[in-house]
């Protein structure tokens, strides 16, 4: 039996297909369909069985990461959203929390968005529940009935509410919801505490309106989907991407699309963290550099660090996602020379059409690609041979820099190549140094078109070693994703200090939570064997503005108490910000993570034979410019490297996805898993 994952980008759907039995991997590539993203992942999954012979009846499985509820959101091309909150609070998504970005020279430029749910689309419901979950004023039912027709009358087609201290009572919610259906059942309803039942009411709002803003649209694209997998006559199991790595079935999608909103990256998290966790490397910082920027991450001790709040836009969103750092820093970033006279660049990309000069599609600025072409880094035929660069072209686009500089174009592009690996190592440092982590305690993985030629740099720069490059890091992400297990969450809100709570009702209301989730994985069909249930607990000094979530065992608690508690978040609290407080620590949120294992086969591997890598040489007498000279720079075909092989730099590894680059003074081997793996030469 097989399993096939596909990754959604803005250019190519990435699709990769394992075979269950040997744990081989097979990859390939189809254009994107923006339109509509199911033509795509059905001409990916088509192409990739036909050309490795698969029927597809023997495909067990499908998973799939997506861009729909992002595009949605960036584009404006979401649903007309209707909200319904407490009266009085109408304005609580234009009060928000009256942030906005530090001023520039005294100037603060600023556009406001609009908020996904119009002023003119919200209503007050007149009721009233206290933050202790209390009915303090009933629910007009026959004025809210009122409402939601008028709303509908005026073309609503997707309903948020959001109450103020639902979290503590969804009673109010969840009638409101009934009246909603039955005025009209086709406009779905998205309830605050269904999506996020904690407190913080802008927040668990904002989070909620996104839900109904894209559930339209996922529910006609997740359609459109089981259509044509119905229609090819494919019976396999698809399951959906969420933005923590995991994965959840098609209804629960459809029914909370927020959570998905950045499924595409968190693949190449999950990647990372399983491939490094192969090569001995439990501690990895990962890059991935595409054409127009640089998603960054951080693995601790084989667990990809989970963030609570991620943003879409300029939107805050509070749903649960792999911790990702992006910059505008890709193989398209375009470099320029200021007033200033200092070269910079990004975060402007010359993108796809027309792409940087070498493309030969008209392109004219200066581009990072082209710096590399320059350089010879990047030889001038890619992709197998079926796409060839203008070498011409990037040396007259890299002269634009050049002549204010005051250098040659080689010296030029190597400022080019430099600055962009400074900004990527800004990015390393905002996952690592600023979350209280030493880079140089971590190893350092790349995936992505352009991530293995600046890895060996970048490396350089943060002292994270070995350096990783995986056999098919172009697609990296869809490999990911097979490595991901069902996964949800479930919260709610209990704000309590420690001195005035105990264990016993601590951990009462963490088991009650675990019921819920174990409830979830049975409904999503999990073997009772497969499942796995984790609880965390939010917490902060108290009356400080945010919490810090730890993950904690409910035997432990009950045999060490409320102190356990205490002592593991003094402990990350200093790791994190430096110091600890001997105050009182208050408890804020709790939480169960639901987990079905998906069982993964390991990926194959070969025993380690001779270094001698001559026989993988293709052209021995390539130059490539290195400290202010042009040098013997041997190119290498990665499909002739053998586990075993050894590499010294300076050399170049070309692959049809990507592009590795070996630094003088380092040396690259393959290991069992095919990954080539650069360390500094002894």
Known sequence: MYRIAVDVGGTFTDVVLQDETSGEIYATKVPSTPKDQSIGLMDGIIKICEERGVSFDDVRAIMH???????????GKGAKVGLITTEGFEQILHVARSWTPAPVSAWIGFLKPDPLADLRFTRGAKERMT??????LPLDETDIREKIEDLYGQGVDSLTVSLLNSYANPENEQRIREVALSVNPDIPVSISYDILPEFREYERTLTTVMNAYVRPVMQRYLNNVQNKLHHEGIKSRISIVRSDGGLMSIPSAAARPVHTMLSGPSGGVTAAAAISAQTGQKNVISFDMGGTSTDVALTYNGTPRVSRETKVGVFPVKSPSLEVVSIGAGGGSVAHVPLTGALRVGPQSAGAEPGPACYGKGG????????NVVLGYLPPNLVGGEMKLDVEAAKAAMAKIAEPLGVDVYHAAKGVYDIVNENMYGATRVVSVE???DPREFALLALGGAGPLHANALGSLSGSFPIIIPPTPGVLSALGFLESDIRNEFSRTYIRTLSSTDKDTLIEELSELGKEAKNWLEDESVQGDLQQITH?????YFRQGFEIPIKVDTELLADRGLNLLKDMFDDIHEQTYGFKMDIEVEIVNVRAVAIGKVLSPSLPT??????DSSHAVIDAEHQAFFDGAFQKTPLYSRDLLKPGNQITGPAIVTQKDSTTLVLPGFIAAVDAYA????????
């Open 675 to 682: 990954n080539i793996i650069i360390s500094k030469a002894n």
């Open 131 to 136: 933050a202790r979950g209390e009915l303090h």
């Open 364 to 371: 004219d600025n200066p581009a990072v690609t082209d710096a």
């Open 536 to 540: 965390e607990v939010d917490v902060r």
């Open 606 to 611: 070969d025993e380690l034979g001779e270094s």
């Open 65 to 75: 990461g997506m861009t729909v509820a992002t595009n949605a959101v960036l584009e």
């Open 435 to 437: 979350k209280g982590y």
